[in-house]
C-alpha cells in the first residue's frame, strides 16, 4: 500500500537559477542541499514548514543524462513540452498573484475562478509549467 | 538544428541565463504561444505577436512554425475553437455567442473553421457532448484541444473527448459513410 507522495521531480537547467526561482521568488525553503562527488548536487525545496513533501530539482546535464538527451530535454522544457509540472495550493491566490508579479515571475494565466478554486499559472525561468491554485471547499488542499 | 536567432531585446530578463540560442528562441515562440492561449479571445494578430517577439511577422511565422509546427494562425484557430467545443458543452451561451467570445469577428468564419476542425457544425457538436468533469483548466485546454485542421475532413474526427458518448461516435460515423 502506497500511503503518501514524498519526492517530485522538475528538471532544471541551472540548480543556483532554480534555486534563486523556486525559493528566492516563489518563496518555497529549501530542505536539502548537498554535493557528492563533484557532480552530483542533491537538491529538494519545499513550501514553508511541510516536511513530508518535496521537489527535487535536478540538473539536466551528464553523467545523468548523457550530453545528446540533455540537449534535448533543454530543448522540449523550453517549448513548453514538459507538461504541468507542479501544482501548488495557496490560501490567497490573488495575494500571491500579486506578490510573483511584482517579483517579476512570468505569469502565463491569470487568476480565474474555476470549479475547483481559484488558480493561476507561471513558468520558471526554463519553460517549467506550474499552477497556483487556491482550493474550493473539497478538493485537493482545501 | 539550425539556429534561429532570437534580438537580445526579446529575451525575458526572467529567463534563464543559461538558455543556448535554440532555447532562448524556444522560449520567445512559447511566451508568444501562451500569449495565445490566455488572451485568445482578444483580437490578437499575428503582426502584434511578432512584434512583441521582437521580430518581423514572416520571421515570427517561420520561427513558430520551426517550434510548433504549424502557424501562429492556424494554432489560434484551434485554440479558439477548443474553447467553443468547452461553452458549448458547459454552457447554454448561443453560438452566436461563443463565436464572438473565443475571438472570431464572423459566425461564417466560426462555424467554416469549427466544422473544418471537428467536421460537425457547432450546433451538431452540443447536440452530441456532455460536460466534462472537473480538471484544470490548463489540463482541459491542452488535451481537449483539437489536432486536427482541415485534414479532419478526410478521415476521423481529429479531437479527442472523453465525453463522446458511443452512440454520439457512431452517429458520427455513420455521418462520415
Known sequence: MITSISISHVWVFDQDEALDFYVGKLGLEVSADMEIGGAMRWLTVRPKGVTDR????????PPSVDPDAAAKIRELISKGASGFSVGFVTPDANALFQELK???VEITEEPTVQMYGTDFA???????????VQPAAGFAGA | MHDVGVPTATRSTGDSATLTQTEARNRTMLRARDTMDR???????VPSLAASAGCSEAHFI???????GETPHRYLQRRRVERAMYLLRETQ??????????????????????????????????SRYQPVAA???CFAMAWARPSSFGEASRGQPQYSDSTATTSGCAEAEEGKA
Open chain 2, 39 to 45: 488572451s485568445f479571445e482578444l483580437p490578437l494578430d
Open chain 1, 122 to 132: 507561471v513558468r520558471d525561468p526554463f519553460g517549467n509549467h506550474i499552477r497556483l
Open chain 2, 93 to 126: 451561451a448561443s453560438v452566436t455567442d461563443v463565436c464572438f467570445d473565443v475571438g472570431f469577428n464572423s459566425l461564417g468564419t466560426f462555424s467554416r473553421t469549427f466544422k473544418d476542425i471537428t467536421r460537425l457544425t457547432p450546433t451538431q457538436f452540443r
Open chain 2, 62 to 68: 517561420r520561427t513558430f512554425k520551426d517550434v510548433f
Open chain 1, 102 to 104: 511584482s517579483k517579476g
Open chain 2, 135 to 137: 480538471v484544470p483548466t
Open chain 1, 54 to 61: 518535496e521537489i527535487l530539482l535536478e540538473k539536466v546535464a
